[in-house]
């Protein structure tokens, strides 16, 4: 008994596709290979139009006839809630991680003499992953602190001017804390300097729990260290230093763009960025 279809075409049957806008199919009667334009409705029968690699475009009757990526298909109209899935994958490419319009074929700027602090490595890391692809538009460089215990000191060796501004991000700022009293020293420096904060004890509290499969952060008690305790809760390896960078690391890859992260640090980051890059 034959166990195969020998009556199938040598490249197979043929599979509806539907023809969304960038799909890239070649004709088989012309050869012709382009991306997918338009469908439109032309002399009684639907058409699909596709564009070359030189932009020309050619217009061909619907249906069977087409092959991708050697396979033969048979094109069929777009549904609407297809057209609707390609329409928002196309605005998400057109945005960056912060929610900005994205900037395309700019060169990153020249870093200017303004600068963002936040207070350690972690901090720099999730600013750069949302907001990155704007700073590097405006030429604005994100550098490390090694704590705020000397903020007032580190403003006045800076010396920022109107043309040359600093943003400082500050974790756990909240009434009452060490931190509460240092910034209110450091405020008194320079008009040209915005201390901005969030309440969190660290800054990866600010990404939503939800992206790792909670409903809240764990609540680590007083006299245990913060981030081991929380690596602990989450069935993560938490006894050395490198398994809390290997634990930030899987945190940090849960985060896709701003929208995963809390509205406190997003609006002291988008206030400082602001702040820094006044014409």
Same mark, same amino acid.
């Given at each position: 008994m034959l166990k195969t279809d020998?009556?199938?075409?040598?490249? @197979?049957?043929?599979? =509806?596709? =539907?023809? %969304?806008?960038?799909?890239?199919?070649?004709? %088989?009667d012309t050869g012709w290979v382009g991306a997918?334009?338009?469908?439109?409705?032309?002399?009684?029968?639907?058409?699909?139009? !596709?564009?070359?690699?030189?932009?020309?475009?050619?217009?061909?009757?619907?249906?069977? &006839?087409?092959?991708?990526? @050697?396979?033969?298909?048979?094109?069929t109209?777009?549904?609407?809630?297809?057209?609707?899935?390609?329409?928002?994958?196309?605005?998400?490419?057109?945005?960056t991680a912060s929610g900005s319009v994205?900037?395309? @074929?700019?060169?990153?700027?020249?870093?200017?003499?303004?600068?963002?602090?936040?207070?350690?490595?972690?901090?720099?890391?999730?600013?750069?992953?949302? #907001? &990155?692809d704007d700073l590097r538009v405006e030429g604005?460089? %994100?550098?490390?602190?090694? @704590?705020?215990?000397d903020l007032a000191a580190a403003i006045r060796d800076f010396r920022p001017t109107a043309d040359r501004r600093l943003g400082i991000l500050v974790d756990h700022l909240v009434p009452g804390t060490k931190e509460s009293r240092i910034v209110a020293e450091a405020e008194k420096v320079s008009p040209h300097a915005r201390i901005l904060g969030h309440p969190y004890v660290d800054v990866w509290q600010s990404v939503k729990p939800a992206r790792l499969g909670l409903?809240?952060?764990?609540?680590?008690?007083?006299?245990?260290? #913060?981030?081991?305790?929380? !690596? =602990?809760e989450l069935g993560y390896p938490h006894s050395t230093q490198a398994?809390?960078? !290997?634990?930030?690391?899987?945190?940090?890859?849960?985060?896709?763009?701003?929208?995963?992260?809390?509205?406190? !640090?997003l609006a002291s980051v988008e206030e400082l960025i602001d702040f820094v890059t006044v014409p």
């Open positions: 020998w009556r199938a075409p040598r490249r @197979g049957r043929a599979q =509806e596709v =539907e023809a %969304v806008t960038g799909t890239v199919v070649e004709d %088989v997918v334009v338009r469908v439109e409705k032309a002399g009684g029968m639907q058409v699909v139009h !596709l564009e070359d690699r030189r932009g020309r475009v050619k217009g061909f009757p619907l249906g069977p &006839g087409f092959l991708i990526d @050697g396979a033969p298909v048979v094109l109209a777009p549904t609407a809630e297809r057209r609707a899935q390609v329409q928002a994958a196309q605005q998400a490419a057109s945005r994205r900037v395309v @074929g700019q060169a990153a700027r020249v870093a200017s003499g303004s600068r963002i602090w936040v207070e350690g490595k972690h901090d720099a890391e999730l600013v750069e992953k949302v #907001w &990155g604005v460089v %994100v550098e490390m602190l090694d @704590g705020v215990d409903t809240a952060w764990p609540v680590i008690e007083k006299g245990r260290s #913060w981030k081991h305790g929380v !690596l =602990e398994d809390v960078a !290997l634990g930030w690391k899987k945190i940090l890859s849960t985060v896709r763009s701003y929208s995963d992260l809390e509205p406190t !640090l």
